[in-house]
């Protein structure tokens, strides 16, 4: 299930209670901590971080930062023929769809659809998720490099747009979703920390098979929904290809093809 904690969200120094401020009235986040509190957010020196009080185990707090790690290195290295994703979204040397990402997350994948040169717009429903997206996309923006780039062409659009049908600056040429899937035995071992605490605060996306159909409704070409390999069909509708890779599959449904008009 989706968690709904509520995570208190907090200045490191007294000249970020302005911008503390700011992030707790956009996303509705609480001010004050209480003893109970499992997660906390933290803004120091700029920087968003969610702690997890109460983690079995020693951990970073989780910032979403596109210059460090895998997503930097993915980033410079992202090649078009490499990425499963671009196949199915399909991205090309001279088509770069706009798409819309309904389940954005930390923006991983949206970031490297956004590297391939497609411009996506991002909906996250977890307030704590998108506060730290939102955080993460405005640090990465502010360098004027090939990462803070690749963050322009990402926006955060909010958080229900998928079903309430506003907040769009273009109809999108593809609807991406990966919603979160209950793991299980071996997969459960093998989530990374970072992963780990992203799971404790969100759960699993229960109502996951509700979004098919909205996104089939809004996007012009295709919907590309990713899944662990073991997992069924999304709402039990079989797609029209799949892309698999080592631990996913991507499954495509097309709409029409890309160079077919609406009529
Ligand atoms: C597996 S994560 C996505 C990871 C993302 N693809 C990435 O690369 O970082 C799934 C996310 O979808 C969000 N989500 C699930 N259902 C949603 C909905 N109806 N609208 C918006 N976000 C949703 C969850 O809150 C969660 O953050």
């Known amino acids: 299930m989706t968690t709904t904690a509520r995570v208190p969200i907090l200045a490191g120094s007294d000249a970020e209670t302005v911008a503390v401020k700011a992030i707790a ?15 906390q957010l933290w803004l120091t020196d700029g920087v968003l971080a969610l702690h997890w009080l109460q983690s079995p185990q020693k951990m970073s707090p989780l910032v979403v930062d596109f210059h460090q790690g895998k997503a930097a290195y993915r980033a410079q290295h992202t ?14 040397g001279q088509f770069k769809p706009s798409v819309v990402d309904g389940t954005a997350g930390l923006g991983r994948d949206a970031f490297v659809l956004a590297g391939l040169g497609c411009n996506v717009q991002l909906i996250e429903r977890h307030p704590v998720v998108a506060a730290l997206l939102d955080n993460g996309l405005h640090r990465a923006r502010q360098e004027g490099d090939f990462i803070g780039d ?20 273009q109809e999108p040429d593809v609807v991406y979703l990966d919603p979160m899937y209950p793991k299980t035995g071996k997969q459960k071992a093998q989530v990374k920390k970072d992963m780990q605490m992203f799971q404790q605060l969100v759960g699993s996306d229960e109502d996951a098979d509700t979004l098919l159909e909205p996104a089939l409704a809004l996007a012009k070409y295709r919907v590309v929904v990713k899944r662990p390999n073991s997992a069924p069909f999304l709402a039990g509708r079989e797609p ?24």
């Open 25 to 39: 009235e956009r996303w509705g986040l609480p001010s004050e901590t209480m003893d109970n509190d499992v997660f």
């Open 150 to 169: 690749t963050c322009q062409r990402m926006q955060l659009i909010g958080t229900d747009n998928l079903f309430t049908g506003n907040g769009y600056t």
């Open 79 to 92: 090649q078009l023929k490499n990425e499963a994703i671009a196949k199915a979204v399909g991205v090309s």
């Open 240 to 263: 029209n290809s799949q892309i698999k890779s080592k631990k996913h599959r991507f499954d495509v449904y097309i709409k029409r093809g890309f160079h077919e008009s609406a009529n």
